[in-house]
T-cell receptor, first 115, second 109 residues
Framework: GAVVSQHPSRVICKSGTSVKIECRSLDFQATTMFWYRQFPKKSLMLMATSNEGSKATYEQGVEKDKFLINHASLTLSTLTVTSAHPEDSSFYIC???????????FGPGTRLTVL | GIQVEQSPPDLILQEGANSTLRCNFSDSVNNLQWFHQNPWGQLINLFYIPSGTKQNGRLSATTVATERYSLLYISSSQTTDSGVYFCAPSKGGADGLTFGKGTHLIIQP
């Protein structure tokens, strides 16, 4: 149990395009999901908290108009990188917080490359 | 926010050796998790341990919340244990996690 899927696993796009990443909790409910970003050989940085049915909250320094988050159901959150630029290239990882005990489970990540 | 320090940053061991990874954090926490990140980037949950001691096979963990540290023990290391180990606490149970810089573990055959 406690599986989180994330799609796509890898995406390459041209500068100026938008990219949507989906995060799903497959076998548990997650009122809250989180989005993290990881640069090569670095730690994970929390970008935003996604709450089902309400607006996301963003960490300091993260542009909410650049990284649009929607949490439409108890099992699905999406992150849209709008007008992507090469500096947005990174490894994006979502997590889902299991409602019954607050433990977080992570998706396999999405590697975004913007040309 | 919480400051998280992990030590050692790098560790190279022979197969069969035991190791202790340490995580110090700067504030009181209601959640603390240990993860193993495999070479493909997947974070694998090892322990959810805001306090106390837990064991799972060759791995065990202890968190002493009042002294703001957690330890991860790996016994009888195997080459498949190689990878990066992260400690990640949060102040609130429903908050996002703050990750340390990790311990990069290499187990040599």
């Amino acid at each position: 149990g406690a599986v989180v899927s994330q799609h796509p696993s890898r995406v390459i796009c041209k500068s100026g395009t938008s990219v949507k990443i989906e995060c799903r909790s497959l076998d548990f409910q997650a009122t809250t999901m989180f989005w993290y970003r990881q640069f090569p050989k670095k730690s994970l940085m929390l970008m935003a908290t996604s709450n089902e049915g309400s607006k996301a909250t963003y960490e300091q320094g993260v542009e909410k108009d650049k990284f649009l988050i929607n949490h439409a159901s108890l099992t699905l959150s999406t992150l849209t990188v709008t007008s992507a630029h090469p500096e947005d290239s990174s490894f994006y990882i979502c997590s889902a917080r299991r409602d019954r005990d607050n433990e977080q489970f992570f998706g396999p990540g999405t590697r975004l490359t913007v040309l | 926010g919480i400051q998280v320090e992990q030590s050692p940053p790098d560790l190279i061991l022979q197969e069969g050796a035991n190791s202790t990874l340490r995580c110090n954090f700067s504030d009181s926490v209601n959640n603390l998790q240990w993860f193993h990140q495999n070479p493909w980037g997947q974070l694998i949950n090892l322990f959810y341990i805001p306090s106390g001691t837990k064991q799972n096979g060759r791995l065990s963990a202890t968190t002493v919340a009042t002294e703001r540290y957690s330890l991860l023990y790996i016994s009888s290391s195997q080459t498949t244990d190689s990878g990066v180990y992260f400690c990640a606490p949060s102040k609130g149970g429903a908050d996002g996690l703050t990750f340390g810089k990790g311990t990069h573990l290499i187990i040599q055959p």
